[in-house]
C-alpha cells in the first residue's frame, strides 16, 4: 500500500532561520510528488510537482527536491507570512488517486 | 482562469440528516476527486470521476456517494449523517487524470450536530 510519511509534524522557526521539511514515501511506479501550502480552514494550494529524481524545483523562497525515497522543501529565509501547513502527496502511474502525508505544520516568528 | 469552487461554505446539519455539497472545476477540467479532511486523520480520499463516472473509491461507507455532471460539475451526497462526519470536504479539479497536478477548491465545512 502506498505510503507518505512527513517529519517534522510541526516545525517552529524564527523569520530569516532557513530549515527543509521532509516527505518520505513508499509507492510502486511513482508518477508524481506533489507539494501543496494549506491556510487554516481553507484549501490546499499548490506549489509544485515533481516527477523524477534529482528533479529540483523553486518558487520565492520555497525549493522542492526529489530523490527516489523522499522529497524535501526547503524554505529560505522564511517569513512570517510562511506560516501553514505543507502537505505533500503522491501519486502511481497506475493509479487514479493522491495519497497524502499528514502535513507538517509550519509556524515563522517574526 | 476561474478556480475550483465549492459551494456551500458552511452548513449545519443534525445526526440523521443527509447532506449534498457541490463542487464546480476548473474550466476544461475532466477529473474531479473529492477529500474530507479531519483534524485526525488528515486528507482522505473519498471519490474521484471522470466523464460522468467514478474511476475509484476511498474506504468510505456507503453512506458517501457522488455524481458528475456531463459539465463536469459533481456532487457528493452524505446520507444519515453521523457526528464523525464533521469534517472540511474538498473537491479537486484536474486536467484528465486523476494523477495529473490536482487543484483544490475552498472546501465545504460540515458541522453535524
Known amino acids: 500500500e502506498d505510503q507518505v510519511t512527513q517529519s517534522p509534524e510541526a516545525l517552529r522557526l524564527q523569520e530569516g532561520e532557513s530549515s527543509s521539511l521532509n516527505c518520505s514515501y513508499t509507492v510502486s511506479g511513482l508518477r508524481g510528488l506533489f507539494w501543496y501550502r494549506q491556510d487554516p480552514g481553507k484549501g490546499p494550494e499548490f506549489l509544485f510537482t515533481?516527477?523524477?529524481a534529482g528533479e529540483e524545483k523553486e518558487k520565492e523562497r520555497l525549493k522542492a527536491t526529489l530523490t527516489k525515497k523522499e522529497s524535501f522543501l526547503h524554505i529560505t529565509a522564511p517569513k512570517p507570512e510562511d506560516s501553514a501547513t505543507y502537505l505533500c502527496?503522491?501519486?502511481?502511474?497506475?493509479?487514479?488517486?493522491?495519497?497524502f502525508g499528514g502535513g507538517t505544520r509550519v509556524l515563522v516568528k517574526p | 482562469k476561474a478556480g475550483v469552487t465549492q459551494t456551500p461554505r458552511y452548513l449545519i446539519k443534525t445526526r440523521g440528516q443527509q447532506v449534498t455539497l457541490s463542487c464546480s472545476p476548473i474550466s476544461g477540467h475532466r477529473s474531479v476527486s473529492w477529500y474530507q479532511q479531519t483534524p485526525g486523520q488528515g486528507l482522505q480520499f473519498l471519490f474521484e470521476y471522470f466523464s460522468e463516472t467514478q474511476r475509484n473509491k476511498g474506504n468510505f461507507p456507503g453512506r458517501f456517494s457522488g455524481r458528475q455532471f456531463s459539465n463536469s460539475r459533481s456532487e457528493m451526497n452524505v446520507s444519515t449523517l453521523e457526528l464523525g462526519d464533521s469534517a472540511l470536504y474538498l473537491c479537486?479539479?484536474?486536467?484528465?487524470?486523476?494523477?495529473?497536478?490536482?487543484?483544490f477548491g475552498p472546501g465545504t465545512r460540515l458541522t453535524v450536530l
Open positions: 515533481l516527477y523524477s
Open positions: 502527496a503522491v501519486a502511481k502511474a497506475a493509479g487514479n488517486k493522491l495519497t
Open positions: 479537486a479539479s484536474s486536467a484528465r487524470l486523476a494523477t495529473d497536478t490536482q487543484y
